[in-house]
């Protein structure tokens, strides 16, 4: 196909299937490859191999991590009566950028979206209850997307969590504009968010 040899063709083929990247994208992308030098190359080929082999998902939040648990799981500064509640690591890593809260996370791995084969039970919403179970967690902050998945996980969390008494439940404010992501929003709208967050309905 195109000319190219299978093994070139095989290369291109992988880098169109990462999100984002298209045949002229991975086209480049190839070529890039070939005409690096092989201890270039190969480096690139070793971080894809080690970030397979060695990062996991934190055993408490389920960020990542190369251990059992997190930095910020492990820091025994961190405000433990206090979980935010992210989509995505990169949700996370947000946050943590606007240096506003000093409480720990849950990481859902995901957003309920159904049309798109994501359940309510493939999310870590089981493992967030266990964690509540303590009692030693006064707040849950959702902190979800503010587009149609994130509000609807959202809105099945304010539900499941109205079980938990004890609990105060919020979201963040709405500084951060509909349809958007966490992770392209200016760190500072991110503070701004957090420090308006509000109590959910009950």
Request: proline residues 3%; glycine residues 8%.
């Amino acid at each position: 196909m195109d000319g190219y040899t299978k093994t070139v063709q095989d290369l291109i083929v992988e880098f169109e299937r990462l999100p984002g990247v298209g045949r002229k994208t991975a086209e480049r992308l190839a070529y890039y490859v070939l005409r690096a030098p092989k201890d270039d190359a190969m480096k690139l080929a070793y971080a894809i191999r080690d970030v397979k082999s060695n990062v996991r998902n934190c055993m408490h939040c389920f960020s990542l991590t190369e251990g059992e648990v997190c930095d910020i799981c492990d820091d025994p500064g961190r405000d433990r009566s206090q979980i935010c509640v992210v989509e995505q690591p990169k949700d996370l890593y947000s946050i943590e950028a606007s240096g506003s809260y000093n409480g720990v996370y849950h990481v859902l791995l995901g957003a309920y979206a159904p049309l798109d084969g994501t359940q309510v039970d493939d999310l870590t919403i089981g493992a967030l209850k266990k964690r509540l179970e303590k009692n030693e967690v006064r707040e849950v902050i959702l902190a979800t997307n503010p587009n149609f998945e994130g509000e609807g996980t959202a809105l099945f969390l304010r539900e499941q969590l109205k079980a938990f008494k004890k609990v105060t439940v919020t979201q963040i404010a709405r500084g951060v504009p509909s349809g958007t992501r966490l992770e392209h929003v200016a760190k500072n709208t991110v503070a701004d968010a957090l420090e308006g967050r509000r109590e959910v309905d009950s």
